[in-house]
């Protein structure tokens, strides 16, 4: 089974992981104050939902064998977890002005649907870029 979980940052600064698969009426969520944070409370929630339902049920459901789980981030979101990447670089490489990286980053300003899919766009090129590297 594969789950999309949506990272976000809320207004209350916090970060937050979401979705709406459920597993025997069991949802899933996590928050923390860094994204690494929120991600790891949301998978412990899944533990917890596979504890919870051995105990119900007596049984552990098969497809907690092959989840899967698939993070989207918002653009804070993402620069928050990579924070080893260089934004004002990134946004060069990705065609976007750097100061206005910095704002999508730092959450003062929000990208259109087209930067947004620039953005993604590099983000794909990189990570192709750097599974063909080697050492």
Do not use: C
């Amino acid at each position: 089974m594969k789950v999309l979980a949506i990272v976000e940052k809320g207004n209350d600064g916090l970060y937050s992981v979401y979705t709406d698969a459920e597993i025997e009426d069991h949802g899933f969520g996590g928050f923390g104050e860094s994204v690494e944070d929120a991600k790891k409370d949301f998978l412990q929630s899944i533990n917890e939902a596979k504890d919870m339902i051995q105990q119900e049920k007596g049984f552990i459901p098969e497809v907690f064998a092959d989840l899967k789980v698939e993070f989207k981030y918002d653009i804070e979101s993402f620069f928050n977890y990579f924070d080893w990447i260089n934004v004002s670089k990134f946004a060069i490489y990705a065609g976007v002005n750097e100061s206005k990286m910095r704002q999508y980053k730092s959450g003062v300003a929000f990208a259109n649907e087209k930067t947004t899919t620039k953005i993604l766009q590099a983000i794909k090129k990189l990570g192709a870029e750097l599974s063909a590297a080697s050492l």
